[in-house]
C-alpha cells in the first residue's frame, strides 16, 4: 500500500486563510450554522414555480403512514392494489393490512435465506469472502421489490387493515429486525460448525423465526369474515373468506402479479432492451425471480403516462428520494437545492456516474397517481406522487415531482406485459444477465 501523505499544519493555515479570505464563505457559514444546508440552499424561485396541478389525477384516497419502518415498497403496492380493491368494491376507503404482507415476507425470507446460507457452505464458499459476508450484512432488513410483493400476495393474498393492524414492533422494526438478524447469524454459524446437520437447523431456525415474528406481529388470520357498506350506503356480505380468496376476488381482475419492472441501469456495458438480474435476492423460495427488463428513461416514462391518462391507475415505482427532495413541502426537482453555489463546489456527476461512484441507487417505493401534460399531449411537466410517509407533511401525504427529477433518480417501474412493443416482449423469455449480490441494480425500496 502506498504511504499515504498527512494533513501538514501549514496546509491547514493555508486552509484557513483561504476561507477566511472570501466574504462569501463567511456569509454561507453565518447562514447554514444558524438556520441549516437546506434553508440556505433551497431555490426560492424553483420551489414556488412547482404547482401542484395536474390535468391528469388518481384519486387513491388519504395517504398511508409506514411509521418507523422500510414497508415503502409493500405499502406503495398494496397501494396499487387498493385503488383496485375500493373501486371493486365500491368503497370510498380502504386500506390493506400491510402488517400481514410484512409478516408473510419475513418468515419467507428466513427460510429462503438460511436455505441460501446452507448452498455457499456446502460449495465451500469462504466464511469471509465478499459475498458471504455480504448476505450476513444484508439479511433481514425491511426493503423489497414489486416482483418480491407479487410473491406474497400469491401465495398468501391478503387481508384488510382492520382485520390484522398495526402492532409496535410493525410500525418500529428495528429492534425486532435485530433480533431476528441474530437468529439468522447464530444459525449460520452453527451452519458452518455442523455441516452435517444443515437441514435440522434449517427447520429449527424457521420454527424459531415463526414463533418471534408471531410474538412481535400477531397471529395472522387463515380465514376472516368480510362485511362491508359501500360509497352508496348498500350493505355487502362475503361470508367466511380466506386472504387468498380475497387477493383473488378484489384485486386479482387487475392481473397485477403479471406485471414487468422496468428500470432504467444507466451504466453503458448493460444494453438497452435485455434482462438483468441479481444473484441471491429474492423471499420466496420457488417463487418468481427478481429480474428487470433494462429500458430507456423516456420509454418507462411514456408507460407511466399511458396507464396513468388512459387506464387511470396508479403505477408503483422506484426511486432514490433522497436528493433534491423539500419532504415538508413534498417537491421534487433537479434544481430544488443550490448546494454547490452554498458551498462554491461543482457536483456535476451524471446518472451513470452516481450510480457506478456509489452515490445514487434506488431506496424508496411510491406510486405514481397523476401527471401534468401540456396541450400537445406529449410534452410532460410533473407527476403526482402517493407516498406512504403520512398526512402532515406534501399535499397531505402526496408529492409533487418535476419533470426533470425523473429523469435523474427513478429507477424502476411495475407496468403491465401487454404495454411492452415485441421486441422487448421477445427479451422477457431470454435468460437474464446475472449481476452479483452486491450491484447497486440490486438495491431495495
Not at 451504466?267 to 438480474?277: A, L, P, Q
Not at 406522487?385 to 433518480?409: C, H, L, P, R
Request: charged share 25%; net charge negative; glycine share 6%.
Amino acid at each position: 500500500m502506498p504511504q499515504l501523505k498527512p494533513l501538514s499544519a501549514n496546509r491547514l493555515d493555508t486552509l484557513r486563510h483561504d476561507f477566511d479570505a472570501n466574504k462569501s464563505n463567511r456569509m454561507a457559514m453565518n447562514a447554514v450554522t444558524t438556520a441549516g444546508i437546506n434553508n440556505v440552499a433551497r431555490n426560492y424561485d424553483r420551489a414556488r414555480l412547482l404547482q401542484r396541478r395536474f390535468s391528469t389525477v388518481v384519486d387513491n384516497g388519504e395517504a398511508t403512514h409506514q411509521d418507523h419502518s422500510g414497508r415503502c415498497w409493500l405499502f406503495s403496492s398494496l397501494n396499487v392494489a387498493r385503488f383496485v380493491a375500493k373501486k371493486n368494491m365500491n368503497l370510498k376507503e380502504f386500506e390493506f393490512s400491510q402488517n400481514y404482507a410484512m409478516y408473510f415476507d419475513k418468515l419467507e425470507r428466513i427460510n429462503y435465506f438460511m436455505q441460501d446460507m446452507a448452498g455457499l457452505i456446502r460449495a465451500g464458499e469462504p466464511v469471509d469472502s465478499r459475498l458471504f459476508q455480504h448476505m450476513l450484512h444484508d439479511v433481514m432488513g425491511d426493503g423489497g421489490q414489486w416482483t418480491m410483493a407479487m410473491n406474497i400476495y400469491k401465495k398468501y393474498g391478503a387481508v384488510p387493515k382492520s382485520l390484522f393492524p398495526e402492532t409496535e414492533s410493525s410500525k418500529n422494526t428495528s429492534e425486532m429486525n435485530t433480533q431476528l438478524r441474530r437468529l439468522l447469524h447464530t444459525a449460520v454459524a452453527h451452519m458452518q460448525d455442523n455441516p452435517n446437520e444443515i437441514d435440522e437447523i434449517i427447520a429449527r431456525t424457521v420454527e424459531d423465526g415463526h414463533r418471534m415474528l408471531t410474538i412481535h406481529l400477531g397471529e395472522p388470520p387463515k380465514s376472516f369474515h368480510w362485511e362491508w357498506t359501500d360509497a352508496d350506503g348498500a350493505f355487502h356480505r362475503d361470508g367466511e373468506i380466506t386472504p387468498v380468496e380475497f387477493w383473488n376476488k378484489y384485486v386479482g381482475s387487475a392481473d397485477l402479479d403479471s406485471y414487468v419492472c422496468l428500470v432504467d441501469d444507466p451504466r453503458k456495458e448493460h444494453s438497452k432492451g435485455t434482462k438483468i438480474g441479481i444473484e441471491h435476492l429474492g423471499n420466496v423460495a420457488g417463487g418468481d425471480p427478481t429480474e428487470y427488463l433494462n429500458v430507456p428513461i423516456e420509454f418507462m416514462k411514456d408507460c407511466v403516462r399511458t396507464i396513468l391518462v388512459e387506464q387511470g391507475i396508479p403505477v408503483w415505482f422506484g426511486a432514490d428520494c433522497h436528493p433534491m427532495m423539500d419532504r415538508q413541502d413534498g417537491a421534487w426537482a433537479t434544481d430544488l437545492f443550490e448546494y454547490g453555489e452554498v458551498y462554491g463546489v461543482d457536483f456535476d456527476m451524471d446518472k451513470e456516474q452516481r450510480v457506478r461512484f456509489a452515490d445514487s441507487a434506488m431506496n424508496h417505493a411510491m406510486a405514481f397517481v397523476g401527471v401534468d401534460v401540456d396541450d400537445d399531449g406529449t410534452t410532460t411537466r410533473r407527476w403526482r406522487v402517493e407516498n406512504s410517509w403520512g398526512t402532515k407533511i406534501a399535499d397531505k401525504g402526496y408529492f409533487t415531482m418535476a419533470d426533470d427529477w425523473f429523469d435523474q433518480y427513478v429507477f424502476e417501474v411495475a407496468v403491465p406485459k401487454a404495454m411492452l412493443p415485441e421486441e422487448y416482449r421477445k427479451a422477457l423469455g431470454e435468460p437474464a444477465t446475472m449481476l452479483p449480490a452486491w450491484d447497486p441494480m440490486g438495491a431495495l425500496a
